[in-house]
């Protein structure tokens, strides 16, 4: 196994590009899925930052799907022989506003790919760096981390709950349902069956309900900023530290800085544990 890991590294360096479309329908339909009563988006409007999450979906043939609804792995992503695969956290740099009608390029490149021990067992965290290129130049640069780890010993007690980095003074609480991952997850093409498919989650992957999916976590986490910051956000670095589960309730909270440059943002599960921590830079 440890020889496999180490040569998961020859992936560093690979390559991908793609393109996408700023449309109409989806602006609406990710709006209607925040429950925000935005107006009808137009040509030429800026998107929301936050809002890119939905696009470049990884899009492959039904027959190259694998048993946990993900593509499987081995074309640019390395092939992890790990069966969890989740998304950990990622840093994000607004250069400039995408607007509504754009043709967009997506330009990725793997840039590490690193093993660690952890409480849970081996875990490999493989990050992507992406520059997202509208036609007015760069726009978006973005580092992700995807970590893929083993079975959990279901005797291993769960990890101590993390503190509250801060205190909040921005607050805004979601109660996300089946029908809200099951909508975000088909806006972004997500077939990950830990966000839909309760038997698979339950009994397979040994989870007590549908997980929340870690984008959209993070996406309510810049809408907080985006409501409360009172210049636009330049730098957000956020991480994915516990699941979250269906109809249980999130607490978004926010703690900006004396100057309102900077923003200390964290999530809360429904007994107060943490499950993202972030930092938000303004403009």
């Known amino acids: 196994m440890s020889a496999d890991l180490e040569s998961l590294k020859q992936w560093i360096g690979r390559t991908e590009t793609a393109v996408d479309y700023v449309t109409v329908p989806a602006v609406d339909r990710l709006s209607a899925t925040l429950d ?46 790990l069966p969890r695969r989740m998304f950990a956290g990622k840093r994000t740099t607004f250069i400039a506003p ?39 130049g760069v726009a978006i640069s973005e580092e992700q981390d995807i970590v893929y780890r083993g079975e959990p010993d279901k005797n291993a007690p769960p990890p101590a709950p993390q503190p509250a980095p801060g205190k909040a003074v921005w607050t805004h609480q979601v109660t996300p349902d089946p029908v809200m991952l099951f909508r975000y997850s088909a806006l ?22 549908l997980i929340m999916n870690g984008g959209l976590t993070t996406l309510l986490t810049y809408e907080l900023a985006r409501a409360h910051g009172t210049t636009p956000i330049r ?49």
């Not at 925000?36 to 890119?52: E, M, Q, S, Y």
């Not at 997500?190 to 989650?201: A, L, S, T």
């Not at 978004?252 to 100057?259: H, I, L, R, V």
């Open 36 to 81: 925000r009563d935005d107006a009808f988006p137009k040509i030429g409007d800026p998107l929301p930052v936050g809002w890119h999450a939905i696009l470049f979906p990884r899009v492959v043939r039904h027959s190259q799907i694998g048993p946990d609804g993900h593509p499987q792995r081995g074309d640019f992503l390395p092939p992890v022989p």
């Open 98 to 136: 995408l607007l509504v009608g754009d043709e967009v390029h997506r330009q990725s490149e793997i840039q590490n790919v690193t093993i660690k021990e952890g409480r849970s067992g081996r875990m490999v965290f493989v990050t992507v760096k992406t520059d997202i290129i509208s036609p007015r």
């Open 235 to 283: 730098f957000m670095s956020s991480r994915n530290v516990r699941a979250l589960f269906v109809n249980r309730t999130i607490t978004f909270c926010g703690e900006p800085s004396a100057d309102n440059k900077t923003a200390k943002l964290w999530a809360q599960d429904d007994t107060g544990a943490v499950a993202l921590s972030a930092e938000a830079e303004f403009v």
């Open 188 to 209: 972004t093409f997500n077939g990950h069956r830990i966000h839909y498919d309760k038997p698979y989650v339950t009994g397979t992957e040994g989870y007590p309900d």
